[in-house]
């Protein structure tokens, strides 16, 4: 349908050529460039990957499957100010998930359990890089 309509636009206007390719771009599926870039998952006192990848323009979502609440913040404890994204997750009670907001800078987020906040296992970090 669209190359019908490509050539009705090159027949007619001499620039059909660039038509043509707005209109691909607009129809084309985005391939892996959602914004859920990752999750998170917290079970039995533990988060999973400890480390995780994502692109500028992407978030994470954290899924808390433990048996208790977990308060999911940004590096360092306890001002929180290194990755403002990560602190949209906040508190997660048992079986609730929430997204972080989006990452725009390259750099990698350390995250804490703000409750247990010396707690390894509850610690973890969002890679974003291009
Ligand atoms: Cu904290």
Same mark, same amino acid.
């Given at each position: 349908?669209?190359?019908?309509?490509?050539?009705?636009?090159?027949?007619?206007?001499?620039?059909?050529?660039?038509?043509?390719?707005?209109?691909?771009?607009?129809?084309?599926? @985005?391939?892996?460039?959602?914004?859920?870039?990752?999750?998170?998952?917290?079970?039995?006192?533990?988060?999973?990957?400890?480390?995780?990848?994502?692109?500028?323009?992407?978030?994470?979502?954290?899924?808390?499957?433990?048996?208790?609440?977990?308060?999911?913040?940004?590096?360092?404890?306890?001002?929180?100010?290194?990755?403002?994204?990560?602190?949209?997750?906040?508190?997660?009670?048992?079986?609730? @998930?929430?997204?972080?907001?989006?990452?725009?800078?390259?750099?990698?987020?350390?995250?804490?359990?703000?409750?247990?906040?010396?707690?390894?296992?509850?610690?973890?970090?969002?890679?974003?890089?291009?």
């Amino acid at each position: 349908m669209y190359k019908t309509l490509c050539s009705v636009v090159v027949g007619v206007v001499l620039a059909g050529s660039l038509g043509c390719a707005w209109i691909s771009r607009q129809s084309a599926p @985005s391939a892996g460039t959602g914004p859920v870039g990752a999750t998170v998952t917290i079970e039995n006192g533990a988060v999973t990957p400890k480390t995780v990848s994502i692109h500028p323009g992407q978030l994470v979502t954290f899924v808390n499957k433990d048996a208790k609440e977990h308060q999911m913040f940004s590096n360092p404890h306890p001002v929180h100010t290194d990755c403002r994204p990560m602190n949209a997750v906040g508190k997660l009670t048992p079986g609730q @998930s929430r997204n972080t907001a989006l990452f725009q800078d390259v750099k990698n987020c350390g995250f804490h359990d703000h409750g247990d906040h010396d707690n390894a296992a509850l610690q973890g970090t969002i890679s974003v890089a291009n």
